[in-house]
């Protein structure tokens, strides 16, 4: 079975920084693209960041510069660095997994107070 879990998120003031970590098990091959997307209350799911297989990355207009996707060394395994965070970055964060099919971790809350 494939399993995607997150870890930290947390609580931070506004202008913090946090890192976000995404490991993936029960998947022998490695993902063509992983990414992280966020969920606000009330709001749809929105893409944050990807990271291609071949290392191309693609962000949203509103963490460009602030946010930074990276590959870890272990297969099926991203990181995302958030920097000079805002209250309006606050969401439950997911990573995801893409290789023919989806796959999706629970999710790490984020909340950034002003």
């Known amino acids: 079975q494939v399993q995607l879990v997150e870890s930290g998120g947390g609580l931070v003031q506004a202008g913090g920084s946090l890192r976000l970590s995404c490991a993936a098990s029960g998947f022998i091959f490695s993902f063509n693209v992983m990414g992280w997307y966020r969920q606000a209350p009330g709001k749809q799911r929105e893409l944050v960041a990807t990271v291609t297989s071949e290392g191309t990355t693609t962000y949203a207009e509103s963490v460009k510069g602030r946010f930074t996707i990276s590959r870890g060394n272990a297969k099926n395994t991203i990181y995302l660095q958030m920097n000079s965070l805002k209250p309006e970055d606050t969401a439950v964060y997911y990573c995801?997994?893409?290789?023919?099919?989806?796959?999706w971790g629970q999710g790490t809350q984020v909340t950034v107070s002003s």
């Open positions: 995801q997994g893409v290789r023919r099919n989806e796959y």
